[in-house]
């Protein structure tokens, strides 16, 4: 059974420049959450998906969105990047967005923003 | 506001020897809790849950204790191994909002 996939695993960009980050759950998963990583700061949750539809978002501001397509895979888009935004981009996916189940995660999207 | 508390950035121990890891939570609406533990370049992975309802709960070598009072929670690991070392994330979730809430995560490592 293949696991979270996460693409593209690094990547560099510039100020004001925008990204796409892509997320393949598992088979079967049809909830997917992103989570941004930086060092001193754990792991801060942007949104989450279920069937299509944004269900939570986290307290990032509206240049970080993102979607989720009929087959359960995820994209999320940061534009006008920021210095800031340099981080692990994580993506998990479970069966439903209910609390008592395991987040899966991907091995994550380096971005570095210079 | 910061509703998941890991109040120890890293914590040493030696092999063989108990690691306690600790969590604090301000939420009293959280009642499912996990912990995950997390090498360099890769993701998060699963490692133990407890339910409020519950106290305790084992699987091999991790323990994870809850004291709902305190709102507080710990993991044991015993006995600890030089491959345990890692950064352990303790998350929480509850209410009508399903997602989940991880702390700052505490780096573990385990001299042999």
């Known amino acids: 059974k293949a696991g979270v996939t996460q693409t593209p695993r690094y990547l560099i960009k510039t100020r004001g420049q925008q990204v796409t980050l892509s997320c393949s759950p598992i088979s079967g998963h049809r909830s997917v959450s992103w989570y941004q990583q930086t060092p001193g700061q754990g792991l801060q949750f942007l949104f989450e998906?279920?069937?299509?539809?944004?269900?939570n978002k986290g307290n990032f501001p509206g240049r970080f969105s993102g979607r989720q397509f009929s087959n359960s895979r995820s994209e999320m888009n940061v534009s006008t990047l920021e210095l800031g935004d340099s981080a692990l981009y994580l993506c998990?996916?479970?069966?439903?967005?209910?609390?008592?189940?395991?987040?899966?995660f991907g091995a994550g999207s380096r971005l570095t923003v210079l | 506001d910061q509703q998941v508390k890991q109040n120890s950035p890293s914590l040493s121990v030696q092999e063989g020897r108990i690691s306690i890891l600790n969590c604090d939570y301000t939420?009293?609406?959280?009642?499912?809790f996990l912990w995950y533990k997390k090498y360099p370049a890769e993701g998060p992975t699963f490692l133990i849950s407890?339910?409020?309802?519950?106290d305790k709960n084992e699987d091999g070598r991790f323990t994870v204790f809850l004291n709902k009072s305190a709102k507080h929670l710990s993991l044991h690991i015993v006995p600890s191994q030089p491959g345990d070392s890692a950064v352990y994330f303790c998350?929480?979730?509850?209410?009508?909002?399903?997602?989940?809430?991880f702390g700052k995560g505490t780096l573990l490592t385990v001299n042999p």
């Open positions: 998906y279920f069937s299509e539809t944004q269900r």
């Open positions: 998990a996916s479970s069966l439903a967005p209910t609390g008592a189940n395991v987040l899966t």
């Open positions: 407890i339910s409020s309802i519950k």
């Open positions: 939420n009293s609406m959280f009642d499912y």
């Open positions: 998350a929480a979730s509850g209410g009508s909002n399903y997602k989940l809430t």
